[in-house]
Nanobody, 115 residues
């Protein structure tokens, strides 16, 4: 069975950093471009970042450019999201997902940025 398991979320102060991980299994991870999405209560799901299968190319949503970095380790079947200079508006549930169909979703990990 396909599984994507996010971890690393938590409570952090504004200006702080957090590193999210997404561990994949049940499919050929190294052949799939991956993405991070987030969703805050009452808001639409928002694309945060994407990365190609080899990790050679990345893209970011405007709201996180310069602050977040997506990366992957295909040997570990894991994609990461390094989040720096966090702001309260980054508060959301963060999900990893394959970029191209079929879409596989993780369960999400909560990130709360608050004083």
């Amino acid at each position: 069975q396909v599984q994507l398991v996010e971890s690393g979320g938590g409570l952090v102060q504004p200006g702080g950093s957090l590193r999210l991980s997404c561990a994949a299994s049940g499919f050929t991870f190294s052949s799939r471009a991956m993405s991070w999405y987030r969703q805050a209560p009452g808001k639409e799901r928002e694309l945060v970042a994407t990365i190609t299968s080899s990790g050679g190319s990345t893209n970011y949503g405007d709201s996180v450019k310069g602050r977040f970095t997506i990366s992957r380790d295909n040997a570990k079947n894991t994609v990461y999201l390094q989040m720096n200079s966090l702001k309260p508006e980054d508060t959301a549930v963060y999900y990893c997902r394959t970029l191209i169909r079929p879409w596989y979703w993780g369960q999400g990990t909560q990130v709360t940025v608050s004083s």
